[in-house]
């Protein structure tokens, strides 16, 4: 866990006074050896794309057969302009996206590792793709960070010139009349939010609506959440959508480690989420769930190394 402190012990508290037959503590991890086996069968993530060491820590774990949610070999993998790219072809509807090369380098990069590069950018082709306004922010990044909406290609411009060393990407820009954010649970178990992103942390972003969406619309983007958290293997996840026309636009959907602070998101969707993740660990402990790992190496370890389970 991080600077999270509602989230994480309610989910023990819940676990341990549940009778779903396992017990939850947090985690503690020092210097690891190589051959060290981890004893936990689950292990929920919450933190490790910040901190190298807990998310080599994580990746060695998954030797031992635990499971890990979110699985961190995909996770240190994913990025928002491939998940756009994988989301268009699976059929779900997403805003235009270009991606963008970097402004500038690393010291020791030289002239020469950049010749595949076509330059300069023809800026008036990019724009003419996405429409103007547009969403410039980090092929990778999330928490609103370097995000500029630009109405211009001078303005665009000067916004991509302050970028620096981070790879970025254009974005369409949704004029919405309705968005909902959606927690995804065991790439089965969706809640559809209704959510403003219009206002400021921690004041209302997160309301409720029983009447904010038709049934029809609520069905798709629920199956939406499925077929795009089935492709991306997240068992833990939110994915953010913007509807404009009866159409769901999925804006962010690559978010394993998502909000879930009472003060945030409130009582009730907090405990929709602390319940369904429970159940879901319960299941795998259990084996009673399989759990979604492409792990080529898997394969040839030996049980016996692994460890009984």
């Known amino acids: 866990m991080g600077r999270e402190a509602s989230f994480p012990e309610e989910f023990i508290k819940y676990v341990n006074n549940s009778n779903l037959g396992i017990e939850a503590e947090m985690v503690k991890v020092g ?5 060290e086996l981890c004893q936990y069968k689950v292990i929920i993530d919450r933190i490790s794309h910040e901190i190298p060491f807990y998310r080599c820590f994580l990746k060695t774990a998954a030797l031992s057969g635990t499971v890990l949610i979110n699985n961190p070999f995909w996770w ?5 302009f491939f998940g756009t790219a994988l989301l268009e072809r699976l059929g779900i509807a997403v805003p235009r996206s270009v991606l963008l090369p970097q402004k500038s380098y690393k010291e020791d990069v030289w002239n020469e590792s950049l010749r595949n590069l076509k330059y300069p950018l023809d800026w008036h082709k990019v724009v003419e793709y996405t429409g103007l306004p547009a969403i410039m922010k980090p092929y990778d990044g999330g928490g609103w960070k370097q995000v500029y909406k630009v109405h211009s290609v001078d303005e665009l411009i ?4 302050q970028t620096g060393t981070t790879c970025m990407m254009l974005q369409e820009f949704i004029n919405f009349d309705r968005y909902v954010r959606c927690y995804t649970i065991g790439r ?10 219009t206002k400021p942390y921690l004041q209302g972003q997160y309301f409720q609506d029983d009447n904010y969406i038709d049934k029809k619309l609520h069905d798709r983007i ?4 499925i077929k795009l958290n089935e492709a991306l293997g997240y068992d833990m996840n939110t994915a953010e959508f913007a ?8 804006i962010d959907f ?3 480690a998502p909000d879930a602070d009472k003060q945030s998101v409130g009582e009730y969707n907090q405990r929709w989420f602390i319940e369904n993740l429970a159940e879901l660990a319960a299941g795998y402990c259990r084996k009673s769930e399989k759990a979604h790992r ?6 040839f370890l030996n049980p016996v190394l692994v460890g009984a389970r």
């Open 294 to 299: 492409e792990m080529r190496w898997s394969e």
């Open 76 to 80: 240190a993998a994913d990025d928002k």
């Open 188 to 197: 089965k178990n969706v809640l559809v939010m209704p959510y403003d992103p």
């Open 31 to 35: 210097a690891l050896e190589a051959d």
């Open 243 to 250: 509807i404009r026309g009866g159409i769901p636009y999925a």
């Open 158 to 161: 000067y916004y991509y010139d």
């Open 222 to 225: 629920v199956a939406d959440c």
């Open 254 to 256: 690559t978010n394993p």
